[in-house]
């Protein structure tokens, strides 16, 4: 299901959104559309990906290194 709506864009924009279409071969409507789903679309979380703890037992590069485990869990 799709919804129609009209909005008014600068004639520059236009052509230049019908340059890009034509460029791609594509159409100006699947340009604005695939804009606007990269614009709304909910972000990747950030996890850990690499190990806290480097080789050998050393601390690795992101990890905190002198500070004092109480401050940082009660801080």
Known sequence: MSVRTTIDIPDDLHA??????????TSIRSLITGAIESRFQPRPSRRVTAP????????????????????????
């Open 52 to 75: 806290l703890v480097g080789k050998k037992g050393k601390p690795a590069a992101g990890s905190p290194d002198r500070e004092n485990p109480y401050d940082v869990l009660f801080a």
């Open 16 to 25: 230049a959104l019908r340059r890009r279409a034509a460029a791609e071969r």
